[in-house]
């Protein structure tokens, strides 16, 4: 698939105005997604100088997870993917303390495992002119719908 059939990441995941930090898919299949990310000013995430600390890194992976589920749920339903959980991060490693503003990333996850519950497993990474810089394993459950939101909002209140 050309760059040019993947929808922008905002038609992909929930994510939107200063949460979103994918720019664009410039891969996906059924099992894996590479995104790519430019480090910017302005971002929840971003610091004063528009840096992004590398504890960050497991919410862009994140990111590019809901993406490749969305991308899935577009193409067998149509519509977006209902909401998913960060259930775990393992093995998070950053060979950086931050990436740069203006910095161009990579970042690809691929599925290792998945359940008909909907847990599954990412090895996930990213990369910052073809050397990896940070790397984890994540894992997340997307529940069938979004009914349990309803439910667990109802136990609260």
Not at 11 to 24: K, M
């Amino acid at each position: 698939m050309s760059l040019a059939q993947f929808p922008a990441p905002a038609e992909l995941i929930r994510h939107r105005g200063d949460a979103l930090l994918l720019d664009e898919i410039s891969r996906g299949d059924d099992k894996r997604l590479q995104a790519r990310v430019l480090v910017r000013p302005g971002t929840a995430y971003s610091d004063h100088a528009g840096h992004l600390p590398a504890w960050a890194g497991p919410e862009v992976m994140a990111q590019a997870i809901s993406a490749l589920s969305g991308l899935r749920s577009l193409r067998v339903c149509g519509e977006s993917a209902p909401i998913g959980l960060l259930l775990g991060i393992r093995s998070y490693r950053a060979v950086v303390g931050e990436f740069h503003c203006g910095e161009a990333l990579e970042v690809e996850v691929t599925e290792s495992s998945e359940d008909e519950d909907g847990m599954a497993v990412f090895d996930c990474s990213i990369c910052r002119a073809g050397e990896v810089v940070a790397s984890g394993r994540l894992t997340v459950f997307q529940p069938s719908d979004d009914s349990f939101l309803e439910r667990e909002c109802a136990r609260n209140a």
